[in-house]
T-cell receptor
Framework: AQTVTQSQPEMSVQEAETVTLSCTYD???????LFWYKQPPSRQMILVIR??????QNATENRFSVNFQKAAKSFSLKISDSQLGDAAMYFC???????????????FGKGTKLSVIP | KAGVTQTPRYLIKTRGQQVTLSCSPI?????VSWYQQTPGQGLQFLFE???????NKGNFPGRFSGRQFSNSRSEMNVSTLELGDSALYLC????????????FGPGTRLTVT
């Protein structure tokens, strides 16, 4: 079984500043993927960034980057040049728990609510 | 390409009733997963369907069931509703539900009174 822990229920950042959201996970799988999802107040969950566990290089998507520390089972999200539109719930998730028949279950953390201060 | 759609968006039911929620995946996607989101429990996996077969099931009582049709559209049903079933129900689709990305719908907000 996989578990995902987000220890920061809420965070705030000044517009144009940088913020880092923390996530730790636990898994016995050797092959897995990690994700950060964003859920704005409109509720549509969208993928922000993904990281393949076998890749040592940290993933980057424009202003979003991750710090993936495999040995420490840590997967933090850094948002640079924060914008008002970044305000949302952010969920860390892992995928790797194989259920058989080709299906992988997505396990989510409890989420971090990010506020952006103008 | 149209995204994942869910109907209805909002629903109010009474305890003891049953409810059916619908999800239409992105065209070409064959896997549909369902999640329950509540403030207390967060996002919890309900079940996953692929080519009309349930491949995976979360830890929910038998009152929660689902199915998938030949066009990949999926429905989930909750019978004998309880107050605790009030939640946002999210549907997500992907090509195979291997390590490919899941795309989420806007959700159905169910309120049980």
């Amino acid at each position: 079984a996989q578990t995902v822990t987000q220890s920061q229920p809420e965070m705030s950042v000044q517009e144009a500043e940088t913020v880092t959201l923390s996530c730790t996970y636990d898994t016995s799988e050797s092959d897995y993927y990690l994700f950060w999802y964003k859920q704005p107040p409109s509720r549509q969950m969208i993928l922000v960034i993904r990281q393949e566990a076998y890749k040592q290089q940290n993933a980057t998507e424009n202003r979003f980057s991750v710090n993936f520390q495999k040995a420490a089972k840590s997967f933090s999200l850094k948002i640079s040049d924060s914008q008002l539109g970044d305000a949302a719930m952010y969920f860390c998730a892992s995928k790797g728990s194989y259920s058989g028949a080709g299906s992988y279950q997505l396990t989510f953390g409890k989420g971090t609510k990010l506020s952006v201060i103008p | 390409k149209a995204g994942v759609t869910q109907t209805p968006r909002y629903l109010i039911k009474t305890r003891g009733q049953q409810v059916t929620l619908s999800c239409s995946p992105i065209s070409g996607h064959r896997s549909v997963s369902w999640y329950q989101q509540t403030p207390g429990q967060g996002l919890q996996f309900l079940f996953e369907y692929f080519s009309e077969t349930q491949r995976n099931k979360g830890n929910f009582p038998g009152r929660f069931s689902g199915r998938q049709f030949s066009n990949s559209r999926s429905e989930m049903n909750v019978s004998t509703l309880e107050l605790g079933d009030s939640a946002l129900y999210l549907c997500a689709s992907s090509f195979t539900n291997g390590f490919d990305e899941q795309y989420f719908g806007p959700g159905t907000r169910l309120t049980v009174t």
